[in-house]
């Protein structure tokens, strides 16, 4: 029975915790990583520049210090504008919304480099083939290039995902009570480090074995033409 002193059920909620702050940073994310390869790809120099500067800074600058970084001042920042507006009471800014903001630019940091290799991985001649047959930019890049763009991008985004769930931890630094801060506490209670910290552990390989499962099944099914056309 995963019962641990009477910590288990308050070990199960940092797990969902965990698992929800992993999942919405994941779906951010990728908003954020389609965005940069776009501006990135641009032939607008202002959009490549900022680009750049985005993905150098999340990506030069430890998470935690990011964390951190819009935990604090993201307070300072709100408060500013919000006074601006003529709005005079306080705003606090929830660990679980930096949380996200901080993982999920973190990821889309990575994932526009990821994307921007992916798009041009795709062969130019179909690009063109497409255009030849009258096709549009928007028909083209959702018909042609981003069914080929998962496919290259998938074992890329999939362990950089694997390393925004176990950095997930970082944000205990906050308050936020997801599984390392449920963990903590329990530790401090029961003085059974060992037990608990070896319980996190194997909580945070069977999250990361179900993603790699998962992440297995989704280059299955990109790949699946590719695989028939090479065994033919």
Same mark, same amino acid.
């Given at each position: 029975?995963?019962?641990?002193?009477?910590?288990?059920?308050?070990?199960?909620?940092?797990?969902?915790?965990?698992?929800?702050?992993?999942?919405?940073?994941?779906?951010?994310?990728?908003?954020?990583?389609?965005?940069?390869?776009?501006?990135?790809?641009?032939?607008?120099?202002?959009?490549?520049?900022?680009?750049?500067?985005?993905?150098?800074?999340?990506?030069?600058?430890?998470?935690?210090?990011?964390?951190?970084?819009?935990?604090?001042?993201?307070?300072?920042?709100?408060?500013?504008?919000?006074?601006?507006?003529?709005?005079?009471?306080?705003?606090?800014?929830?660990?679980?919304?930096?949380?996200?903001?901080?993982?999920?630019?973190?990821? !889309?940091?990575?994932?526009?480099? +990821? $994307?921007?290799?992916?798009? /041009?991985?795709?062969?130019? &001649?179909?690009? *063109?083939?497409? %255009?030849?047959?009258?096709?549009?930019?928007?028909?083209?890049?959702?018909?042609?290039?981003?069914?080929?763009?998962?496919?290259?991008?998938?074992?890329?985004? !999939?362990?950089?995902?694997?390393? +925004? $769930?176990?950095?997930?931890? /970082?944000?205990?630094?906050? &308050?936020?009570? *997801?599984?390392? %801060?449920?963990?903590?506490?329990?530790?401090?209670?029961?003085?059974?480090?060992?037990?608990?910290?070896?319980?996190?552990?194997?909580?945070?390989?069977?999250?990361?074995?179900?993603?790699?499962?998962?992440?297995?099944?989704?280059?299955?099914?990109?790949?699946? &033409?590719?695989?028939?056309?090479?065994?033919?």
């Amino acid at each position: 029975m995963f019962d641990l002193f009477g910590f288990g059920h308050l070990l199960l909620q940092g797990t969902w915790v965990t698992v929800q702050l992993a999942l919405i940073s994941l779906v951010l994310g990728l908003g954020f990583s389609l965005l940069g390869a776009a501006m990135k790809l641009s032939d607008f120099r202002l959009l490549r520049f900022a680009a750049g500067v985005y993905t150098t800074l999340f990506r030069g600058i430890p998470e935690l210090v990011v964390i951190l970084f819009i935990y604090f001042g993201g307070v300072v920042i709100v408060n500013a504008v919000a006074r601006q507006l003529g709005y005079d009471r306080y705003i606090d800014v929830s660990a679980f919304a930096a949380g996200v903001a901080a993982l999920s630019l973190t990821f !889309g940091a990575y994932g526009t480099e +990821i $994307l921007r290799g992916a798009i /041009l991985a795709v062969p130019k &001649g179909q690009v *063109e083939a497409a %255009r030849a047959c009258g096709m549009t930019s928007l028909t083209i890049g959702w018909r042609i290039v981003l069914p080929q763009v998962w496919r290259y991008a998938l074992p890329g985004l !999939g362990n950089t995902f694997l390393i +925004i $769930l176990k950095e997930t931890a /970082l944000v205990s630094v906050i &308050g936020l009570d *997801e599984l390392m %801060r449920r963990t903590e506490v329990a530790v401090g209670y029961t003085k059974q480090p060992f037990t608990f910290f070896l319980t996190a552990a194997l909580i945070y390989l069977g999250l990361t074995a179900i993603v790699m499962l998962v992440q297995r099944k989704l280059e299955q099914r990109a790949n699946r &033409g590719v695989i028939a056309r090479s065994a033919v």
